[in-house]
């Protein structure tokens, strides 16, 4: 009878009409969240960027491409929720998106301008009301600890999923974690 809210797999960010920044989420991990919810009897809305699985039967589907898309199907429903896991994992950057596609120029370099993206997970703990339960993530590479833990207070999150994604069995696209 919980109102659960997950989110799953990368946001695309635009560089030009073929090319986009993200990074190597599969989506499993959210889907798998949102597919536990639903067999435990939640509501479940599962807010999805763009993945190669199905989506899971069951539950409302909201997919997104970017992050800002993220941002608002998240931030439009979070207050109503009772337990929000925010394992997708959106692009921090964005670049201005060229008109048309981008041509190489011999073997002259190129040069993005990046720009942050909105932050999800620190909207949705700004937002958080007494007695909801929010979960965030944190993928890292080094200071695994250190870094979750100022991730969590950051966030105003009530749990952070830290995860060293150079290890082996955890990380991005694996059907294990560590």
Same mark, same amino acid.
């Given at each position: 009878?919980?109102?659960?809210?997950?989110?799953?797999?990368?946001?695309?960010?635009?560089?030009?009409?073929?090319?986009?920044?993200?990074?190597?989420?599969?989506?499993?991990?959210?889907?798998?969240?949102?597919?536990?919810?639903?067999?435990?009897?939640?509501?479940?809305?599962?807010?999805?960027?763009?993945?190669?699985?199905?989506?899971?039967?069951?539950?409302?589907?909201?997919?997104?491409?970017?992050?800002? +898309?993220?941002?608002?199907?998240?931030?439009?429903?979070?207050? +109503?929720?009772?337990?929000?896991?925010?394992?997708?994992?959106?692009?921090?950057?964005?670049?201005?998106?060229?008109?048309?596609?981008?041509?190489?120029?011999?073997?002259?370099?190129?040069?993005?301008?990046?720009?942050?993206?909105?932050?999800?997970?620190?909207?949705?703990?700004?937002?958080?009301? +007494?007695?909801?339960?929010?979960?965030?993530?944190?993928?890292?590479?080094?200071?695994?600890?250190?870094?979750?833990?100022?991730?969590?207070?950051?966030?105003?999150?009530?749990?952070?999923?830290?995860?060293?994604?150079?290890?082996?069995?955890?990380?991005?696209?694996?059907?294990?974690?560590?």
């Amino acid at each position: 009878g919980k109102k659960v809210l997950v989110t799953a797999g990368p946001t695309r960010e635009p560089v030009d009409p073929v090319r986009f920044l993200t990074n190597q989420s599969s989506g499993k991990m959210g889907y798998a969240v949102a597919e536990a919810a639903r067999d435990r009897g939640a509501d479940v809305t599962l807010v999805t960027g763009p993945v190669a699985i199905p989506a899971p039967a069951g539950v409302k589907v909201v997919p997104v491409e970017t992050t800002e +898309e993220l941002f608002d199907a998240v931030t439009g429903r979070c207050e +109503e929720q009772d337990v929000i896991v925010q394992a997708a994992a959106p692009a921090d950057f964005r670049a201005e998106r060229a008109e048309h596609k981008i041509k190489k120029q011999g073997d002259a370099p190129l040069t993005l301008t990046l720009y942050p993206t909105p932050d999800v997970a620190a909207a949705v703990g700004a937002k958080k009301r +007494e007695g909801q339960f929010i979960v965030a993530f944190a993928a890292e590479t080094q200071n695994l600890l250190e870094n979750a833990r100022k991730k969590l207070g950051r966030k105003n999150a009530s749990l952070v999923v830290a995860n060293d994604v150079t290890r082996a069995g955890a990380g991005f696209g694996t059907d294990t974690n560590v």
